[in-house]
């Protein structure tokens, strides 16, 4: 059974209202992009708003509720920032943008709810999610949007940096695959 609901999760009276009834929460409402939260001190401080402020009051309504048997939150591979590669939960965090910090501020509070007062949770970091409807143009294109756009305009893919870079893929059915699994 799916809700949709138009609210902020800067307002935590849209958090309880969106939690009202329900034993599961799948948190996803982020600034989802890094390079917005690049873009000035005030565009650093709105993607705090959101992705740390947000999610407190996200995990503070699902906790008032008493009825959530299972809380996920989307970490982010961001996390992970310019660590060698294979990746594993067990690195320190290398934190180099704004979005980075946040969503990794994200998971210590719902670790934090989960040591403190008992919420059961689970955070998955997804890596470069793909899928029909992305963006291909914009702050908001990934790698993957900007090449689909190249390939279907018959031009070069364009690479940047040394082309030396990896980079981790994800199709949005496996991220929704995974998130039911964890439930």
Excluded at 123 to 129: A, D, E, K, N, T
Aim: aromatic share 10%; glycine share 8%.
């Amino acid at each position: 059974w799916l809700r949709f609901m138009h609210g902020d999760i800067r307002r935590p009276e849209d958090c309880r209202a969106a939690v009202e009834g329900v034993t599961a929460v799948f948190h996803l409402a982020a600034m989802s992009k890094v390079a917005p939260s690049l873009g000035s001190p005030a565009m650093a401080e709105f993607c705090q708003a959101i992705n740390v402020s947000g999610t407190m009051n996200v995990l503070q309504a699902a906790q008032e509720t008493g009825a959530v048997r299972r809380f996920v939150y989307a970490g982010s591979s961001t996390c992970y920032g310019n660590n060698s590669v294979p990746q594993c939960e067990s690195q320190p965090p290398d934190l180099f943008t704004p979005y980075a910090a946040s969503k990794y501020q994200g998971e210590i509070l719902t670790q934090m709810f989960a040591r403190v007062y008992g919420l059961p949770t689970c955070i998955l970091r997804f890596f470069m999610v793909y899928g029909p409807c992305q963006p291909v143009s914009g702050a908001y294109a990934t790698v993957n949007g900007v090449f689909l756009r190249q390939a279907l305009e018959g031009g070069p893919l364009t690479v940047q940096g040394s082309g030396h870079q990896s980079r981790d893929f994800i199709h949005v059915a496996d991220v929704a695959r995974a998130l039911a699994a964890v439930l």
